[in-house]
């Protein structure tokens, strides 16, 4: 890379120079008892932050305007009827936001699409948390060439891999694994059931002891070879050939001198083991009478709130679960494709607030989103390319809402918050410093924070409050 | 059968070239007069599970895996644009990986999936710039990878001892400006006006919509006012010279069709096959018209590797490929010669996707440019990993995901799978071969062992399955349906075994 070039941190940094996190030995009280959830959502291909908090005064509209007008100008036409001058700014949805002083004057929106999670905002259960992004440490645009900053910027794959494992693709193991590994305790049994993909394997669940257990529609379902009566004939019903069948299954006794053999008898003997007890837990699924929107999203969520509803009888005290929604890589075409997926996510998450409140968990599940990257703030033409901080949200009954956390920066391009091509953000506030505050509410203490989060102590604020 | 038969006696490099001489059995064509409601994917699996060119279509479905499209980002046409996007895999696949790259470049898929379809160039007023999506990837995935590599596919380092990044952010921007100015065949630079055939055709340039500024990067200007065209054959040239690219592509063909984690020495060899463009194989033949990127040179290498012959190498720790499952189904599929071969009749076939229910891979409808998963994947908490070993597979091969595929196979195989219409036949497996042994249980099981695996069962499981096919009886009453029971249960169970999932 030219524009970022490798430096060694501590050298950059200076000895002394970093600012302690946290002091060792803070007394912080950190909660394990009961139970407490966290959701990941990942909005995969970079969200874009522009096009999501809009400015709703009209200086502030008229800049961004001025970096984007052939987006702006699409939403005025040619996008379908239901999402037409949705970014107008009279249909913007203003945010009351308590802490609205501290922008000097500048107001904010979000689009029309995501009505419900405005009155999640509105109402106290969500927040935003502006400009934040993978970094080591802080950093400005005059100093980026000379600090450290993550590495294989702008590269999906690297950047997602990043923001939910805190290093480039290879890494591999995730905070939220990591969060799981150091409240062990706070489970009862081994485990199998503390980290919960609703979107397959993904690194941000994995940890060193901790495995991921996948859900995804009605399944896992029983096999078929097992469970089928007749599979084994009309002849036979011999409990000896339903025991081996079950050893067959579960790998039992292959061992070899190939690593990946006995890997894969390892994961069926896991599947075997965890499938099973979880099966015999689905006659308790709590029955919502919240409707759950028709959309992956609103899917995952009917089912993460589901598998929330057998907390006790899976006897797990905490638990994190991944969604994820693709679709947010707006190179082209944006206006005909992030509203539906704004309204998808915002709709999806009120259903779930409400199924948490019909099983008196809402103070209990704190939910968040993900994303690898925001995006440029000038288009190129009628979409936006990759860039790095971005804005989220955090929402649940437990959540500190109707706020507005870190920077929404106006949009002078020259300021120190921006790269120097393409208005791309660099993020003022750290995925660490995100993940911390999660992790502190979760239950883990300042040593297990800064064991799972190894940057942390090179920013001020270890946590920001919003929960 | 006939094939293995058949190729009894022949020297491998003969075999070899016999498949290279194969005719390609085309897609679009198919797909055109199958008539506008046919599917692509029904297409996909009548032509990998019936066609006789199947290394060419092991080719087209390993490179399919480096250079993604899925029809999910295809908006126009996307069956038709994605039969001509197989047509153009399976056209290079035995040909020339720069020709691939030219070719994928002008295709309606790739266009429209990675966004420089109407791609227009900067405006300096209003400060837009090209969309830069293909410029990276094209970079980071089709041709050079992130940092530099030594040919055996390991990093290069500079003298700090740090990895050297192959291209910034400026080479981005820089390259972004050469994909501009591309759509549909036709009048104008609109869909509205393209021609009928425009969007399963080479798409093509238009002047007025290029970028006339200079197109730095990678060390290379490409001179202010230089056409669209010539600029992109210049782009080509240039990225294609770098010498990254023989391992970063090798190393991954190699994860498609032998090894997991491949040594650095098989790396060398292969990557050193595909520069020179050249492959002499131990028997004296040689592979190759001596020009960088030759795809027959690289597969020779691949697949006549002295590794691939030795007993030993294929008994160490990390020899051997975790199977796809995809290619464990079509395995299945043609070792038993299910037929007809007739996808559209199958509705358990219509999206093989789901990781929970079926295959978790779906081939030309990947989850995202960077594939089913990542040719650098170790997975956490596994021996493989603990040894530092890639295993790109097991993030779809894993602990979530083998109760889905247990079930879908064991659906197929005892004829249980969802049909789109009852009354018609499709998939049928041959079991005769299977029913003439089912009564001696160590005979069945053996043959099957050798069919499916080659013969490396574990004991153990080879045991536990003679022992359950005994626990069957055989009644005279019955005999006929107590057989197909045997056999049923014994094919389900070789192929739900540690060693169908992994080949050596």
């Given amino acids: 890379m030219t524009q970022f070039s490798r430096r060694n941190f501590l050298s950059a940094a200076g000895a002394g120079g970093l600012l302690a996190a946290i002091a060792p030995g803070t007394a912080w009280a950190a909660d394990t008892s009961g139970y407490k959830a966290l959701v990941c959502i990942s909005l995969l291909g970079g969200m874009d932050h522009a096009d999501t908090i809009l400015p709703t005064d009209q200086p502030s509209y008229d800049a961004l305007y001025d970096t984007r007008s052939g987006i702006l100008d699409n939403y005025r036409s040619g996008v379908a009827p239901e999402d037409r001058l949705s970014r107008d700014i009279d249909n913007l949805l203003p945010l009351s936001a308590d802490n609205i002083a501290d922008y000097g004057g500048r107001t904010f929106g979000l689009p029309p699409q995501m009505s419900a999670l405005h009155e999640l905002f509105e109402r106290g259960d969500a927040a935003i948390i502006g400009n934040m992004g993978p970094l080591v440490q802080p950093v400005t645009r005059d100093e980026v060439n000379r600090r450290t900053v993550p590495d294989r910027l702008f590269s999906h794959n690297d950047q997602i891999s990043t923001f939910l494992s805190l290093g480039p693709e290879g890494a591999r193991i995730g905070w939220g694994?990591?969060?799981?590994?150091?409240?062990?305790?706070?489970?009862?049994?081994?485990?199998?059931?503390?980290?919960?993909s609703l979107a397959g394997f993904n690194v941000f669940l994995s940890g060193n002891q901790t495995r991921i257990f996948q859900i995804n529609g009605g399944g896992p379902y029983p096999l078929t070879a097992l469970n089928r009566r007749s599979f084994l004939g009309s002849g036979s019903d011999?409990?000896?050939?339903?025991?081996?069948?079950?050893?067959?299954?579960?790998?039992?006794?292959?061992?070899?001198?190939?690593?990946y053999i006995n890997d894969i008898a390892d994961s069926q003997a896991r599947a075997a083991t965890n499938i099973t007890r979880y099966r015999e837990t689905l006659s308790s699924i709590y029955s919502f009478t919240t409707q759950f929107p028709r959309s992956p999203i609103g899917a995952q969520l009917k089912n993460v709130a589901e598998t929330i509803s057998l907390r006790n009888q899976l006897g797990v005290g905490r638990q994190i679960f991944y969604c994820a929604i693709a679709g947010f890589d707006t190179h082209n075409d944006q206006a005909n494709s992030l509203p539906a997926l704004q309204r998808q996510l915002s709709d999806a998450l009120m259903a779930f607030q409400n199924a948490m409140a019909e099983i008196n968990e809402t103070n209990n599940v704190t939910t968040f989103t993900a994303s690898e990257f925001g995006r440029t703030t000038i288009g190129n033409g009628d979409g936006t390319d990759h860039g790095w901080g971005g804005h989220h949200f955090v929402v649940g009954g437990a959540v500190n809402g109707k706020r507005i956390y870190g920077d929404i920066p106006p949009y002078d391009l020259g300021l120190q918050t921006y790269l120097a091509s393409r208005g791309v953000l660099i993020p003022t506030l750290s995925v660490e410093q995100y993940a911390a505050t999660l992790g502190a509410w979760f239950g883990l203490n300042p040593a297990e924070l800064n064991e799972a989060l190894p940057n942390l102590r090179n920013f001020d604020e270890a946590n920001l409050g919003f929960v | 059968m006939e094939d293995i038969n058949a190729a009894v006696g022949m020297s491998a490099s003969n075999l070899l070239l016999e498949e290279f001489a194969k005719p390609r059995t085309p897609y679009l064509s198919t797909l055109l007069a199958r008539g506008k409601n046919a599917s692509h994917l029904d297409l996909y699996w009548d032509t990998v599970v019936g066609a006789d060119d199947q290394l060419r279509q092991r080719m087209g479905s390993a490179l399919s895996q480096i250079i993604v499209v899925s029809d999910r980002g295809v908006n126009f046409f996307p069956k038709l644009a994605m039969a001509h996007y197989a047509d153009i895999l399976h056209t290079h696949a035995f040909g020339n990986y720069r020709d691939l790259l030219k070719d994928i470049t002008y295709s309606p898929a790739m266009s429209q999936y990675?966004?420089?379809?109407?791609?227009?160039?900067?405006?300096?007023?209003?400060?837009?710039?090209?969309?830069?999506?293909?410029?990276?990837?094209?970079?980071?995935?089709?041709?050079?990878?992130?940092?530099?590599?030594?040919?055996?596919?390991?990093q290069r380092l500079d003298?700090?001892?740090?990895?050297?990044?192959?291209?910034?952010?400026?080479?981005?921007?820089?390259?972004?400006?050469?994909?501009?100015?591309?759509?549909?065949?036709?009048?104008?630079?609109?869909?509205?006006?393209?021609?009928?055939?425009?969007?399963y055709k080479p798409i093509i340039m238009f002047p007025a919509q290029h970028s006339e500024r200079d197109k730095t990067f990678l060390g290379l200007t490409i001179p202010a006012g230089t056409d669209g065209d010539t600029s992109i054959d210049m782009a080509i040239d240039h990225i294609f010279d770098q010498p990254s690219v023989a391992p970063f592509i090798s190393r991954q063909l190699i994860q498609r069709f032998t090894m997991s984690?491949?040594?650095?020495?098989?790396?060398?060899?292969?990557?050193?096959?595909?520069?020179?463009?050249?492959?002499?194989?131990?028997?004296?033949?040689?592979?190759?018209?001596?020009?960088?990127?030759?795809?027959?040179?690289?597969?020779?290498?691949?697949?006549?590797?002295?590794?691939?012959?030795?007993?030993?190498?294929?008994?160490?720790?990390?020899?051997?490929?975790?199977?796809?499952?995809?290619?464990?189904?079509?395995q299945w599929a043609r070792a038993f010669e299910a037929a007809p071969v007739l996808a559209e009749n199958e509705q358990t076939l219509s999206d093989t996707n789901n990781p929970i229910l079926r295959l978790g891979q779906q081939p030309l409808r990947a989850p995202s440019v960077f594939n089913f998963y990542r040719p650098g994947f170790i997975a956490p908490g596994t021996e493989s990993g603990a040894n530092d070993l890639t295993a790109p597979e097991f993030q779809i091969v894993n602990d979530g995901t083998f109760y889905g595929y247990a079930n879908f196979m064991t659906d197929f195989v005892i004829g249980r799978q969802l049909k789109a219409d009852l009354d018609v036949e499709s998939f049928i497996p041959d079991y005769s071969t299977e029913l003439a042994l089912a009564d001696d249980a160590e005979a069945l099981t053996n043959h099957l062992n050798m069919l499916l695996t080659g013969g490396r069962l574990d004991e153990v499981v080879s045991d536990r399955v003679i022992e359950i096919l005994n626990e069957i009886p055989i009644l005279e009453a019955s005999s006929d349906e107590d057989r197909l029971t045997r056999v049923h249960v014994a094919i389900t169970l070789v192929i739900t075994s540690p060693a169908y999932t992994f080949q050596r």
């Fill in chain 2, 114 to 154: 990675l966004t420089y379809m109407y791609n227009r160039k900067g405006n300096m007023e209003t400060g837009s710039e090209p969309d830069e999506n293909y410029a990276r990837e094209f970079m980071q995935l089709f041709t050079i990878g992130l940092f530099e590599l030594n040919m055996d596919g390991s």
């Fill in chain 1, 177 to 196: 694994g990591r969060f799981v590994d150091a409240l062990t305790a706070a489970n009862s049994g081994d485990g199998a059931y503390s980290a919960i």
């Fill in chain 2, 261 to 330: 984690h491949p040594t650095p020495d098989y790396v060398e060899r292969v990557a050193t096959a595909f520069e020179t463009g050249r492959f002499v194989a131990p028997d004296g033949v040689t592979f190759g018209d001596g020009r960088k990127g030759d795809l027959q040179a690289t597969l020779a290498a691949i697949l006549l590797d002295p590794t691939q012959f030795d007993e030993a190498f294929a008994e160490s720790e990390s020899a051997g490929k975790i199977r796809e499952p995809v290619l464990r189904f079509t």
């Fill in chain 2, 159 to 199: 003298v700090e001892g740090n990895p050297i990044p192959t291209y910034g952010s400026d080479d981005v921007a820089g390259l972004s400006r050469v994909f501009t100015g591309l759509g549909f065949s036709g009048p104008n630079f609109y869909t509205s006006t393209a021609d009928d055939d425009a969007f």
């Fill in chain 1, 238 to 259: 011999s409990s000896k050939a339903r025991r081996l069948m079950a050893d067959h299954f579960s790998g039992a006794g292959v061992t070899s001198d190939n690593f």
